[in-house]
């Protein structure tokens, strides 16, 4: 396939130059599905907060190694967490980048993205070596064949495993991740999936669709 990403009305937009009939993909932050799980997630339980030790009084920070299309990491940052995401294909981290740039620009969140939502381009197992700073948590979801019988999540993931690749590293990424993480590293697997690298979690939350399995790591 091939793949343009072409400035549109102010945003960006990755274009399917093949299947031009194909809806866009736009990184948009404050409209949509993202929209909706920031305003109403946290209140209604999002399983992610809990997965990542969410607690009244504490945000822990969070690396958020295989960003993609950043989602759980803004919705993690306006729940009041530091989140800093890795995205090591530069198409999608442009893609990013566009979204942040005009998540900042938001009269309403535009400051406490600027604050809490960091951002690198880079291979996750060099870029962890070097974050911000010292994370909490990491937050791991790599690339998995989906059964997802939606279309509109059929054309996004697709097309992110045909920019992407597959994730042949997740395995090796996980080890690294529990040697940094100073609270946990949280896997979000498919719910029909093996554990990631073979190694049992502590304990796992699930959803129908998925599962958060949590590795819980000794303080330092």
């Not at 997965?51 to 009084?57: E, P, R």
Request: positive net charge; charged residues 25%.
């Amino acid at each position: 396939m091939n793949y343009s990403l072409q400035m549109r009305i102010g945003r960006l937009e990755l274009v399917n130059l093949d299947q031009p009939s194909i809806a866009p993909i736009v990184i948009d932050f404050l409209s949509g599905k993202t929209a909706y799980r920031r305003k109403y997630g946290h209140a209604g339980g999002e399983v992610i907060s809990k997965a990542v030790g969410i607690k009244k009084g504490h945000r822990p920070n969070i690396v958020d190694a295989t960003a993609g299309w950043g989602r759980d990491a803004f919705v993690l940052a306006t729940m009041g967490c530091r989140v800093h995401m890795i995205e090591r294909s530069a198409v999608i981290a442009t893609l990013l980048e566009d979204g942040i740039r005009r998540a900042e620009h938001d009269e309403k969140i535009g400051p406490l993205i600027k604050d809490h939502l960091s951002f690198n381009c880079g291979e996750s197992q060099q870029e962890l070596l070097k974050t911000p700073f010292e994370p909490e948590v990491i937050y791991l979801d790599p690339m998995f064949p989906h059964r997802e019988k939606s279309a509109l999540v059929k054309k996004e993931m697709r097309m992110l495993q045909e920019i992407v690749g597959q994730d042949e590293d997740a395995d090796e990424l996980l080890t690294l991740a529990l040697t940094i993480a100073t609270n946990r590293v949280v896997v979000k697997r498919p719910a029909y999936a093996n554990f990631l690298a073979g190694i049992k979690p502590q304990t796992s939350i699930k959803t129908r669709k998925h599962r958060f399995d949590i590795y819980l790591t000794p303080r330092p």
